[in-house]
Nanobody, 124 residues
């Protein structure tokens, strides 16, 4: 079982990046993105339920980040627009075989599988 996160890089403030998370070896029903900035704890960013596409976002990214999915390719994408320097962090993809209610999708302990992080750096 593998979660492959990719798409990180360097962007200027106001720019865009798109992260992808591709799963292999298992079908997952809930995907989440979390991020960890230097010196800070890891925090929830966004999550999506594969069955119906329902999403949840942390307040600071609402209106700027958008999740999409392809159930048949076991892949999700996080489109990040209007990036800010405070979005700089290592972004982690997480997935779980369970279909979580929206209220639970932001909790780290609801995800059994984690990918490697991908660095996102936003310059001012």
């Amino acid at each position: 079982v593998q979660l492959q996160a990719s798409g990180g890089g360097l962007a200027q403030a106001g720019g865009s990046l798109r992260l992808s998370c591709a799963a292999s070896g298992r079908t997952f029903n809930t995907y989440g993105w979390f991020r960890q900035a230097p010196g800070k704890e890891r925090e929830f960013v966004a999550a999506i339920r594969m069955s119906d596409g329902n999403t949840r976002y942390t307040e600071s990214v609402k209106g700027r980040f958008t999740l999409s999915r392809d159930k048949y390719r076991n892949t999700v994408w996080l489109q990040m627009n209007s990036l800010k320097p405070e979005d700089t962090a290592v972004y982690y993809c997480a997935a779980d075989t369970r279909t979580w209610i929206i209220g639970a999708m932001g909790q780290e302990n609801k995800y059994d599988y984690w990918g490697q992080g991908t660095q996102v750096t936003v310059s001012s």
